[in-house]
């Protein structure tokens, strides 16, 4: 049973430059969610999607566009990084909004 | 929109002494709060959540307490061990709906050997 898998673990960027990060679940969980996590600030909301077919912009949606391809995979896009992008993301899912939450390992991402 | 804050941001504790972490919110109309622990460099963990129906839920060393006229909830850590060092996240939900939960900022506890 692996949970949640993110890809890639791991990415540096250029400014300007775009890339997909990639989300699936196995549990068959109806939400996903991308969070961003930086020093002092917890988790923050990029964007959600509360079942398959909607998508919902969270706290901090500037910047990045999301897909919920199917109930399986939820991906994060930036189509042209900034350094103020530079942090660690989370997918996470849950069965609904007052269900407890499993992540995904995170994918550290590095905008210079 | 609901408001989690979390205290203190960082606790440190001998081993084997106790450990309470303490999270309020602002929305009356929640009902849920899951606690998460993460370890340096790992993802968020669920540990223990409690409903608004329920005062106080235990599992072995750690429990979890309700306030719902004060709007609070803690976590409560028991004689802890060096393996409890980590960051833990309090969050605040409601059923139903699309109602995100929402996060505290964390409290990174350093248990001392």
């Known amino acids: 049973n692996a949970g949640v898998t993110q890809t890639p673990k791991f990415q540096v960027l250029k400014t300007g430059q775009s890339m997909t990060l990639q989300c699936a679940q196995d549990?068959?969980?109806?939400?996903m969610y991308w969070y961003r996590q930086d020093p002092g600030m917890g988790l923050r909301l990029i964007y959600y999607?509360?079942?398959?077919?909607?998508?919902d912009k969270g706290e901090v949606p500037n910047g990045y566009n999301v897909s919920r391809l199917n109930k399986r995979e939820f991906s994060l896009r930036l189509e042209s990084a900034a350094p103020s992008q530079t942090s660690v993301y989370f997918c996470a899912s849950s069965e609904a909004a007052d269900s407890g939450y499993t992540f995904g390992s995170g994918t550290r991402l590095t905008v210079v | 929109g609901e408001n989690v804050e979390q205290h203190p941001s960082t606790l440190s504790v001998q081993e084997g002494d106790s450990a309470v972490i303490k999270c309020t919110y602002s929305d009356s109309a929640s009902n849920y709060f899951p606690w998460y622990k993460q370890e340096l460099g790992k993802r968020p963990q669920l540990i223990i959540d409690?409903?608004?129906?329920?005062g106080e839920k235990k599992d072995q060393r750690i429990a979890v307490t309700l306030n719902k006229t004060a709007k609070h909830f803690s976590l409560h850590i028991t004689e802890t061990q060096p393996e409890d060092s980590a960051v833990y996240f309090c969050a605040a939900s409601q059923a139903g709906g699309s109602y995100i939960p929402t996060f505290g900022r964390g409290t990174s506890l350093i248990v001392h050997p």
């Open positions: 549990m068959n969980h109806n939400s």
């Open positions: 409690i409903r608004s129906n329920v």
């Open positions: 999607s509360a079942s398959e077919g909607t998508t």
